[in-house]
């Protein structure tokens, strides 16, 4: 069986960095009161209340649906890593890793294209300035591995998106919080020119109660990035980044070192690709990943936690990865 795709495919393998590229998929203005988690903009790293080091190992188990049959059964894993470190009052220091690996059981492979490893690494710096402002520069690596079946592929191709983040987070009163930032991404590949555009992030969040005895934290956050194309030259294939809009919710509560969370991020981006076999005409390319937390986090030693995520994917297919992490580190 084979499924027509269009130029759009080439773009399909963001999807797994985007299911499972760590947890806490809302930490834009505020760091989530899991201390472990990775952020999103480096200046919410500066409010964290505590020094962290740990790592993290995930299984995962999915399969892909094409006009009511399977065609794919994933099954992955994968680890991170994280630290951060409170220089004083003033710097903060966060660094995180992770690396995945996924086997996929098939008759053959589909037109288009599957991710097979995912690696990843952030660092990012803060500064705060009068307990109300913190100022975040952060770089990341991206790179994928994928199997490419189009345009006259047949092979195992990597992609690689490098990004600069400056960011800013404000407090406001005692309770509130706004901030924002941009992701300037250029994106390289063994198989398509080279392509770069910008996420444009921005957020407000509520945050209330003492880490010595209960919190509550709400945060809204929303990104955007236009649809930035490369035309093909030199050998290479031409490069779509679509057009997307990621919102992303999360609430969290904290009683007594008990932190219980819940997080969404949902992807939607503008595609213009029809039903091979229904005819039906396809818009929208929406990704939605949720996870529940149930941590334990004191103010000074061991952390345990247990995150439970599940992330949906519906295009001309549809996909459902179902995951559990163990995550395991120290505060101090």
């Given at each position: 069986m084979k499924i027509k795709t269009s130029c759009f495919a080439l773009t399909q393998a963001l999807f797994w960095i985007a299911c499972f590229a760590g947890s806490g998929y809302a930490q834009v203005v505020t760091p989530s009161l899991d201390p472990t988690a990775p952020i999103v903009l480096p200046a919410a790293a500066g409010w964290k209340q505590m020094s962290t080091i740990g790592v993290s190992s995930f299984e995962r188990t999915g399969s892909r649906d094409f006009n009511g049959s399977s065609v794919y059964e994933f099954q992955g894993t994968g680890y991170s890593g994280h630290f951060n470190f409170m220089m004083g009052e003033k710097l903060a220091v966060d660094a995180y890793a992770y690396g995945d690996s996924m086997t996929i059981s098939k008759d053959t492979y589909l037109n288009g294209r599957v991710n097979l490893e995912t690696n990843e690494a952030r660092l990012s710096l803060t500064l705060s300035h009068e307990e109300f402002t913190i100022f975040g520069l952060g770089v990341q690596t991206i790179t994928t591995k994928d199997h490419i079946l189009e345009l006259g592929l047949d092979s195992d191709e990597t992609t690689t998106l490098n990004k600069t983040i400056p960011s800013l987070s404000l407090k406001i009163g005692d309770y509130f919080y706004l901030g924002g930032g941009m992701e300037r991404i250029k994106e390289s590949s063994s198989f398509m020119v080279g392509n770069s555009w910008a996420n444009l992030v921005a957020g407000v969040a509520l945050q209330m109660g003492s880490p010595e005895s209960s919190m509550f934290r709400f945060e809204y956050s929303q990104s955007n990035s236009p649809k930035s194309v490369s035309s093909a030259k030199g050998g290479k294939k031409e490069s779509v980044h679509l057009a997307e809009t990621i919102s992303r919710i999360n609430?969290?509560?904290?009683?007594?070192?008990?932190?219980?969370?819940?997080?969404?991020?949902?992807?939607?981006?503008?595609?213009?690709?029809?039903?091979?076999?229904?005819?039906?005409?396809?818009?929208?390319?929406?990704?939605?990943?949720?996870?529940?937390?149930?941590?334990?986090?004191?103010?000074?030693?061991?952390?345990?936690?247990?995150?439970?995520?599940?992330?949906?994917?519906?295009?001309?297919?549809?996909?459902?990865?179902?995951?559990?992490?163990?995550k395991l580190s120290y505060a101090f």
């Open positions: 609430a969290e509560l904290k009683v007594k070192g008990l932190v219980l969370s819940i997080s969404i991020k949902d992807r939607k981006r503008k595609v213009n690709l029809i039903h091979p076999v229904t005819g039906d005409k396809v818009e929208v390319d929406q990704t939605i990943n949720s996870q529940l937390g149930v941590l334990l986090v004191p103010q000074e030693g061991a952390i345990l936690g247990f995150i439970f995520h599940t992330d949906t994917r519906k295009e001309l297919f549809e996909d459902k990865v179902e995951g559990f992490e163990i």
